[in-house]
């Protein structure tokens, strides 16, 4: 199984390692398949993601697209962030091996979940997309 040059850099120097102590939104989400468990921590003013953060157990490129997902939202509107596709995190790390394709799809996941569990906290109508869970393993914290 080959890695890109980017996946092997996020995981050997993952970005926004950690956690934040009052954070606006928590995501979690893990795959029982494969053990990997992966939570995002959000500090969003006005609508733009000041901080994230992350913690990841598991394997290499579940490390990688958690860094990498962190990266992409950095900065953002809540919105954009929403926006974000396991397709698009792939895309960032040049590429993943196919039996890792699921690493990238936790990361989104971990997202949209941070970003409904800030829509809870602040009485924002969460839309029906963020509502159910759609991993590889159906297993998640999303509702």
Same mark, same amino acid.
């Given at each position: 199984?080959?890695?890109?040059?980017?996946?092997?850099? $996020?995981?050997?120097?993952?970005?926004?390692?950690?956690?934040?102590?009052?954070?606006?939104?928590?995501?979690?989400?893990?795959?029982?398949?494969?053990?990997?468990?992966?939570?995002?921590?959000?500090?969003?003013?006005?609508?733009?993601?000041? +901080?994230?953060?992350?913690?990841?157990?598991?394997?290499?490129?579940?490390?990688?697209?958690?860094?990498?997902?962190?990266?992409?939202?950095?900065?953002?509107?809540?919105? +954009?962030?929403?926006?974000?596709?396991?397709?698009?995190?792939?895309?960032?790390?040049?590429?993943?091996?196919? &039996?890792?394709?699921?690493?990238?799809?936790?990361?989104?996941?971990?997202?949209?979940?941070?970003? @409904?569990?800030?829509? &809870?906290?602040?009485?924002? @109508?969460?839309?029906? +997309?963020?509502?159910?869970?759609?991993?590889?393993?159906?297993?998640?914290?999303? $509702?």
């Amino acid at each position: 199984m080959a890695y890109s040059g980017a996946v092997m850099d $996020h995981f050997a120097n993952p970005r926004n390692v950690g956690t934040i102590d009052d954070a606006d939104g928590v995501g979690e989400v893990g795959n029982a398949k494969c053990g990997d468990i992966m939570k995002i921590y959000l500090k969003i003013d006005g609508n733009k993601i000041q +901080d994230v953060k992350f913690n990841t157990f598991g394997c290499g490129a579940a490390i990688a697209t958690s860094s990498m997902a962190t990266e992409l939202i950095k900065g953002k509107s809540v919105e +954009d962030a929403l926006n974000l596709t396991n397709k698009a995190v792939i895309e960032a790390l040049d590429g993943l091996p196919p &039996q890792k394709i699921h690493c990238s799809v936790l990361a989104e996941e971990a997202v949209k979940a941070a970003i @409904a569990d800030y829509y &809870q906290k602040n009485g924002i @109508a969460i839309p029906e +997309d963020l509502k159910q869970c759609t991993s590889c393993c159906g297993d998640c914290t999303l $509702h």
